[in-house]
């Protein structure tokens, strides 16, 4: 790791008058950047610290939640609302990592952390356009079993990490960021941009620029919801393929469908097409099993990967048949 | 910049690089927590702040200024064993040792996370508290990796100090 200071911020407008360029970096609980700096992948100077900064889970005047940037997983995970009435965020969380880090890790960071593609943080033997812009990808015609099938590009297949993110995408939640420029806020199906030639940029945030919050809009009456992870073993391993789901039905019908997908795109992957081919039909398995197809028609996977269509289609089904199921 | 560690102060390194684990190995000389994997893979250095678990391979010391850290050198009253040490003894939760304290650290947090009803990945309903069982402990060590293949023994006596119902 390089020689860098560290130091305190005492509010998000003290953390933004500190970070002065490309040498500083904001530091969340550091259970990715940590790793990121002992692999020379990430080499900031500057240190600032936000981790004691926007701690608070605010129900609004608009019946939604606002989560602050610096509240731990585990805070979120256990929140008695967020358990009640938006179970598909806590139970992603709860899939996530371990408890060790669930409780170290914010909201901020879990959201920006860096995929864990091993081609990427393999410095000294692998190619890598996201870590090296221009320099290839050897995880395509490499052992890219973890990669994605959809969103991918020939520059990169890497995946997006986080199973919060997935279910943050589910609810349509919006980040709030503050930089420069003053705040703004940005659809969390919009803030992550797919790789295309330019890997190394993942995200709308602009240099400088500080996830504060993140908002949840009112929760859907009737709505029922759920996070599916499916990995290499039964805990403590990313995502093959995840599913946050969501359905509301109404004299037979459903009204209403959501489906997010994670471990197969680099970002969460939200299916609106699907979505919207299963609104004002019977929630039967045919339905859903029409839908599972829609949302991975676009597919194009790798030798390592090519499984991960058929498995995504079919916990897309298990999770929406459990959903009507429940509903019963 | 101070850290209070098994009730002790300690100054804090200047170096901002010095990982909350590395600080109490080489500078503290506290050999307990082990460091396995330093990529927060294995739970071998798992510690406690504050009451709650952490991975110490992956927290920078100068990020926990003014925090109470709690290892497994900081468990046993003097001679007697943490009563969750003595459980580890009685059910050979152990071969090599090396995974034991950060088991240990994770084991004792574990408790009080039942305690306050948290949920874990295995919990059927979210909105009450979660029900005892093994799979809940299974889950909820799934943090801390051994190698040796002690993991009966090991659940044995987390599920023998947490109490509760069985499954």
Known sequence: MNPLTYEKATS??????????DAAKFLGAGTNLVDLMRE????????????????????????????????SNTAVADDTTIRAEYPALSRAILAGASAQIRNMATVGGNI????????????????????????????IGGFNRAHGILGVSDSCIATHPSDMSV????????INVEGDQGTRSIPINDFYVLPGDTPDIENQLNPGELIVSVDLPAPSANRRATYRKVRDRASYA??????????????????????????????????????????????IEETFRNAAQIALADATTQPGNVFKTELAQRVIVAVLQDLAGDAQ | MTI??????????DDA??????????????????????????????????????????????????????????????????????????????QCGYCTP?????????????????????????????????????????????????????????AAYVGGEEQ
């Open chain 1, 12 to 21: 998000s407008a003290d953390a933004l008058e500190r970070h002065d360029g």
């Open chain 1, 238 to 283: 990313f995502a093959l393929v995840s599913v946050a789901g969501s359905l509301i039905i109404e004299d037979g019908l459903v009204v209403d469908a959501g489906i997010s997908l994670g471990g197969v795109a680099p970002k969460p992957w939200r299916a609106t097409e699907a979505e919207a081919a299963i609104v004002g039909s019977p929630p």
């Open chain 1, 167 to 174: 279910a943050l995408s589910l609810y349509d939640a919006v």
């Open chain 2, 17 to 94: 690089r010095i990982s909350l684990l590395d600080f109490m190995r080489e500078r503290l000389e506290l050999f307990g927590s082990k460091k396995g994997c330093n990529q927060g893979a294995c739970g071998a250095c798992t510690v406690l702040v504050d009451g709650e678990r952490i991975l110490s391979c992956l927290a920078l010391a100068a990020q926990y200024d003014g925090r109470s850290v709690t290892t497994i050198e900081g468990v046993a009253n003097g001679d007697e064993l943490h009563p969750l040490q003595a459980l580890f003894v009685e059910n050979e939760g152990m």
């Open chain 2, 4 to 13: 209070e560690i098994n009730n002790q102060p300690y100054d804090l390194p």
């Open chain 1, 112 to 139: 920006l952390q860096r995929t864990r593609c091993s081609y990427f943080y393999d410095v000294a033997g692998s190619r890598c356009n996201k870590r090296t812009p221009g320099e290839g990808c050897d995880a």
């Open chain 2, 102 to 158: 950060g088991q240990i650290m994770s084991g004792i947090a574990l408790k009080s996370e039942l305690e306050r009803g948290a949920p874990s990945n295995v919990s059927a309903d979210l909105t009450v508290a979660p029900r005892m069982s093994r799979d809940e402990i299974k889950e909820r060590l799934s943090g801390n990796l051994c190698r040796c293949g002690a993991h009966n023994g090991i659940i044995d006596a987390v």
């Open chain 1, 40 to 71: 020379g992948i990430a080499t900031p100077t500057r240190l600032i610290d936000v981790t004691g900064l926007a701690q608070g889970i605010e129900e609004q005047s608009d019946g939604g939640l606002r989560i602050g940037a610096g509240v």
